[in-house]
C-alpha cells in the first residue's frame, strides 16, 4: 500500500518553476526525516532533498540556491520548490521516508542504483525541462 502520493510535476522551460507536492496519505511519517529524489532513464537515483522532524535541511550541490524542501505545519504534505529549473533537472522524482535518520546520510541512501530500501516511496511525479 502507497502511502505518499506526488503530484505537481509538468513541462517547463529552462528558467522556470514548479512546486511538486506529496501528501502522506494517511500521517504516517509526520515524525520522520521526509526526502525526495529522481530517477532520469538510464540513470541512477540521486538524492536531491531532505528534511528532518526539527526542520532541518540538506540539499544535493546541483539543487543549491534552487530547490527548497518544506513542510506545512501538519507535516502531512511535503514540498519542493524548484526555482531555475535546468534541463539535466529532467527526471521522475519521487518523494520518501527516510526514518530517523539525519538528512545528509539521508540524501546518501537515497542516492545509487536499485530501488530505495530505507522507507516507503511513491509512484512518482515527471518533471521534464526543455532548453
Known amino acids: 500500500q502507497v502511502n505518499l502520493v506526488e503530484s505537481g510535476g509538468g513541462s517547463v522551460q529552462s528558467g522556470g518553476s514548479l512546486r511538486l507536492s506529496c501528501v502522506d496519505a494517511?500521517?504516517?511519517?509526520?515524525?520522520?526525516?521526509m526526502g525526495w529524489f529522481r530517477q532520469a532513464p538510464g540513470k541512477e537515483r540521486e538524492g536531491v532533498a531532505a528534511?528532518?522532524?526539527?526542520?532541518?535541511?540538506s540539499y544535493v550541490d546541483s539543487v543549491k540556491g534552487r530547490f527548497t524542501i518544506s513542510q506545512d505545519s501538519a507535516k502531512v504534505t511535503l514540498y519542493l520548490q524548484m526555482n531555475d529549473l535546468k534541463p539535466e533537472d529532467t527526471a521522475m522524482y519521487y518523494c520518501?521516508?527516510?526514518?530517523?535518520?539525519?538528512?545528509?546520510?539521508?540524501?546518501?541512501?537515497?542516492?545509487?542504483?536499485?530501488?530505495?530500501?530505507?522507507?516507503?516511496w511513491g509512484q512518482g511525479t515527471q518533471v521534464t525541462v526543455s532548453s
Open positions: 494517511e500521517n504516517a511519517y509526520s515524525t520522520d526525516c
Open positions: 528534511i528532518d522532524s526539527d526542520g532541518g535541511t
Open positions: 520518501a521516508s527516510c526514518g530517523g535518520m539525519s538528512t545528509v546520510r539521508a540524501l546518501g541512501v537515497m542516492t545509487g542504483p536499485g530501488h530505495y530500501e530505507y522507507g516507503v
